[in-house]
């Protein structure tokens, strides 16, 4: 059990353009996700958390009209790189934990790389 | 302030051997404590959790963690190491509805 997806696992895209990256509780409601980046040899640094129904709570310094986050379903939220940029590529992780629950699942990442 | 903090970068063992990572953390709560494991462009995988029930946490693929409250660490360790646990480690600790990561320690196994 507690399994997370996320789609895509990689992602290429030309500089200007959006994407948008999803992740899904597979076989639990997430009434929190939170959204990860990691970049090579580092540790995860935590974007912003989602609560179900609500308004992102971003971390300081990262831009949340650059990066979307909408959590929409206790078992879907999705990540949207706006306009991004060859900065923007990185290893993007999403985890989700159910209500009062301590234990966070992740998911598989999605690697995106901006040309 | 919380912090969690992995006192080594990188542990590198010979397989068959014991191994420890090592954990230290502060925290004004009594803290829920996890090590998950990530392999090379993968997700990460819980391998224990620690939440107050049992200071000695057994977690999969042999490994276990115990939790000393009088030296405030949780530290990894596993009697015998194998080639597939070549990895990054990653000690986390949760407390107040935050979310402290570890600097990761990267094992490597030698033949």
């Known amino acids: 059990g507690a399994v997370v997806s996320q789609h895509p696992s990689r992602v290429i895209c030309k500089s200007g353009t959006s994407v948008k990256i999803e992740c899904r509780s597979l076989d639990f409601q997430a009434t929190t996700m939170f959204w990860y980046r990691q970049f090579p040899k580092k540790s995860l640094m935590l974007m912003a958390t989602s609560n179900e129904g609500s308004k992102a709570t971003y971390e300081q310094g990262v831009e949340k009209d650059k990066f979307l986050i909408n959590h929409a379903s206790l078992t879907l939220s999705t990540l949207t790189v706006t306009s991004a940029h060859p900065e923007d590529s990185s290893f993007y992780i999403c985890?989700?934990?159910?209500?009062?629950?301590?234990?966070?699942?992740f998911g598989p990442g999605t690697r995106l790389l901006v040309l | 302030a919380q912090s969690v903090t992995q006192l080594d970068s990188h542990v590198s063992v010979s397989e068959g051997t014991p191994v420890l990572l090592r954990c230290n953390y502060s925290?004004?709560?009594?803290?829920?404590l996890f090590w998950y494991v990530q392999h090379p462009n993968k997700g990460l995988q819980l391998l224990l959790k620690y939440t107050s029930a049992a200071t000695l946490v057994k977690g999969i693929n042999g490994f276990e963690a115990e939790f000393k409250k009088s030296e405030t660490s949780f530290h990894l360790t596993k009697p015998s190491a194998h080639m597939s646990d070549a990895a990054e480690y990653f000690c986390?600790?949760?407390?107040?509805?935050?979310?402290?990561f570890g600097s990761g320690t990267r094992l490597s196994i030698r033949p």
């Open positions: 985890s989700a934990n159910g209500q009062g629950q301590e234990t966070q699942y």
């Open positions: 986390v600790g949760s407390s107040a509805s935050k979310i402290i």
């Open positions: 925290s004004s709560y009594s803290p829920s």
